[in-house]
């Protein structure tokens, strides 16, 4: 295997942790009201997992060039499969008995994601001629004044395009060899792993502290009275990114660039994951499998967590490749100039 495809793989190993945290969040997420040790797992997952996603996405979207095409294909690919996945998540919440609502224009759930990359996409397109500093510049700055603006939240996923722009943007001007090989030092290495464990234990300890930054480190909501009295909204979102950045360095420095058994096909099958995994996550909860194993103390939530995994690793497997690889290799439009 060539050193590059070896960089390459790495990322591949980088999603596979990101979509294994992505499953564990939301199984985490169930019991943040009655357990610590889950609450603390989610903030350690959350304070970086979508930013790293993020900017690996960012990372990986070839650079626009003078006369190069829009993948226009993409971009609808990705709208379309949000689309599925809502009228999906209307039909199987009528069947665990939710009220059926079916909002066309605002999103909380799993296709935020998927309409934010593509709302990525075309920004980078349009933006294609600003100089990075700008435009990394104009970013921050909008993500840090959005959080005043309380009417932005989920409506056309604005709050979370706005506020992850910077880690999409950042990946998008930078060379994944490139960044691979200067994080693949010692030195990094080393203080990757001060970081890690600094931050895990930061988790652990002040809890609920750092649970405070929840509404700000999803990405959809906008500052509170907290924040005020805390340094304030500005202050607090930059605490966010400076984190998110940290922890993001960490975790691809101390990834093998090597191939992992089954891991680096996780990562690259990861949508099929994030697709999935949210439908299996409720069902195991609506039909009180996760209950009972929360019941079971520290062996029973050690099985919680495992259980998130295995449901990472199964939906990864070819039988959930429909719609996600269908939808995305789907020819809708003929590429346009700029």
């Known amino acids: 295997m060539s050193l590059e495809k070896a960089r390459l793989t790495g990322y591949d190993n980088v999603k596979c942790l990101l979509i294994v945290l992505v499953v564990i969040g939301h199984v985490a997420e169930f019991f943040v009201d009655r357990s610590q040790v889950m609450k603390s797992i989610f903030l350690f997952i959350y304070f970086f997992h979508m930013p790293l996603f993020i900017f690996v996405a960012g990372l990986f979207q070839k650079q626009y060039k003078e006369g190069e095409s829009f993948n226009?294909?993409?971009?609808?690919?990705?709208?379309m499969l949000g689309y599925i996945y809502k009228v999906f998540k209307f039909l199987y919440g009528c069947w665990f008995g939710k009220e059926g609502v079916f909002h066309f224009l605002s999103e909380d759930g799993i296709p935020w994601f998927l309409f934010a990359l593509a709302a990525f996409m075309g920004i980078m397109f349009i933006c294609r001629n600003i100089k990075p500093l700008y435009l990394m510049a104009a970013a921050v700055v909008l993500a840090c004044f959005s959080g005043y603006d309380k009417e932005l939240g989920d409506f056309l996923c604005m709050s979370r395009i706005i506020v992850f722009l910077p880690f999409y943007a950042a990946g998008y001007y930078l060379e994944p060899d490139t960044l691979m090989k200067q994080l693949n030092r010692t030195g990094i290495k080393v203080l990757s792993g001060v970081v890690l464990?600094?931050?895990v234990y930061l988790c652990f300890r002040y809890t609920d502290v750092l649970y405070e930054l929840r509404h700000l480190i999803t990405g959809r909501n906008p500052f509170n009275e907290w924040d005020a009295s805390h340094g304030g909204g500005i202050l607090m979102r930059m605490i966010c990114y400076v984190t998110a950045g940290l922890l993001?360095?960490?975790v691809i420095s101390l990834m093998p660039n090597r191939k992992i058994p089954i891991c680096t096909s996780v990562g690259q099958n990861s949508l099929r994951?994030?697709?999935w995994h949210k439908c299996i996550v409720d069902g195991v909860v609506y039909f009180g499998l996760a209950d009972m194993l929360f019941t079971m103390g520290i062996p029973g939530k050690i099985l919680l967590l495992f259980l998130g995994m295995a449901i990472a690793f199964i939906t990864a497997a070819k039988p959930f490749a429909f719609p996600p690889d269908f939808v995305l290799r789907k020819s809708f439009y003929k590429q346009i100039k700029k």
């Open 197 to 199: 464990v600094l931050m």
């Open 72 to 79: 226009l294909n993409k971009f609808l690919a990705l709208i």
């Open 273 to 275: 994951v994030y697709f």
């Open 248 to 250: 993001g360095v960490s």
